[in-house]
């Protein structure tokens, strides 16, 4: 963990702006960095033109930093789901699973199989829109973790 610390220092971390954003960007939604020492904190959000070595940075963490994990899978994630016009060839969405994204209105908590589905997804490549078919229709999908997720999801 010292080595990752010393290297995001040495990369310039804390010198770099909060946010970078170019419009059609590399990340969606945004890559968030947050790193929290004991003299001094930063957070900055990355949606394309970032330096350099903060590409370079998030490869690494995006790798494991050097050591090897253990892959998650959440027990409860929350689904939020936006109908889209223009089908992207997304995979189908499982028929039987508990949650259809026809019927998940604004959002839902969900658990089991229909989680594990959508949750990898989601990881295949964190930082592209997940899109997703089922009866004919596309959309894109969203998982948020409640404790793991930038952002947190409604209470339920």
Do not use: C
Not at 13 to 39: C, H, I, Q, R
Not at 124 to 150: E, F, H, L
């Amino acid at each position: 963990m010292e080595a990752l610390l010393r290297r995001i220092v040495e990369a310039g971390f804390f010198t770099w702006e909060d946010k970078y954003y170019t419009p059609g960007g590399y990340s969606m939604p945004p890559m968030y960095l947050m790193v929290n020492l004991a003299g001094r904190s930063k957070e900055m959000s990355e949606h394309g033109g970032a330096p350099d070595a903060y590409y370079e940075l998030e490869e690494v963490l995006r790798s494991g930093a050097g050591v090897e994990g253990h892959p998650y899978v959440p027990t409860r994630g929350y689904l939020t789901v936006e109908p889209l016009s223009l089908d992207l060839g997304g995979p189908e969405w499982p028929h039987d699973a508990d949650v259809t994204p026809d019927g998940m209105g604004d959002g839902t908590y969900t658990d089991g199989e229909t989680l594990a589905f959508a949750w990898e997804l989601v990881n295949r490549n964190p930082t592209a829109p997940v899109y997703v078919s089922y009866r004919g229709d596309a959309y894109r999908i969203m998982v948020q973790v409640p404790g793991v997720s930038y952002f947190e999801p409604p209470r339920r």
